[in-house]
């Protein structure tokens, strides 16, 4: 089949990069806690296995070896801001609980948290999840002014992270499971829809 009717013909299946989510849940005991339905750019983090070579023969091919199983451990997630500045309010007080007043840095478990990324499918519905698991806003970034045509305020924090964690919520399992699935999606995006338009108009 030639790509371009490939495409034609099922580019209403494809994924798009603006439907996503971002859950944040800080310490247990801190009740700090986002949907961040103002974070407008986030990226899924990478996993990379570090190799070896080693040469059996001198004349032979090379053989590869994982040495090393390496998570990139920092997520940049961009808010808006709206009058309230609750996003950047939230990120704050979960880094005041790093430290004391003077300065008596934390325990890991004191501040460790964990964030949820889901990538939604064209219904709305979640069809993938990343958690990051012990995860804590290393940096909050600066916040730009100026003079001339006022645009939206935003700014941006670094989530270091240890490893992380898949779902897929979309998988098709055999005809009467992908069936199944597909009415109680359908049935899902409905509701879900009418409660988004009750609540935002």
Not at 112 to 134: E, R
Request: charged share 20%; net charge positive.
């Amino acid at each position: 089949m030639h790509i371009n009717r490939f495409l034609h013909s099922h580019l209403d299946s494809m994924s798009r990069t603006n439907k996503f989510e971002v859950e944040i849940h800080g310490p247990g005991p801190s009740k700090l806690h986002s949907r961040g339905i103002r974070c407008t750019d986030v990226t899924m983090p990478a996993i990379k296995m570090t190799t070896k070579q080693h040469k059996v023969l001198s004349s032979g091919p090379n053989n590869h070896y994982i040495t090393n199983v390496g998570y990139s451990d920092t997520v940049a997630l961009k808010f808006m801001l709206d009058n309230t500045f609750e996003d950047r309010l939230l990120m704050e007080r979960w880094q005041s609980l790093m430290y004391d007043e003077v300065w008596n840095l934390s325990y890991p478990e004191e501040y460790h948290g964990h964030v949820i990324i889901t990538q939604l499918a064209n219904d709305g519905l979640p069809n993938y999840k990343v958690t990051l698991h012990k995860a804590f806003p290393e940096s909050i970034g600066e916040m730009s002014y100026t003079a001339g045509e006022g645009s939206i305020q935003t700014f941006s924090v670094g989530f270091k992270f240890r490893t992380w964690s898949t779902s897929y919520e979309n998988t098709q399992k055999g005809l009467l499971s992908g069936l199944f699935n597909k009415f109680s999606r359908r049935i899902q995006s409905r509701v879900t829809k009418k409660i988004e338009g009750t609540l935002f108009g």
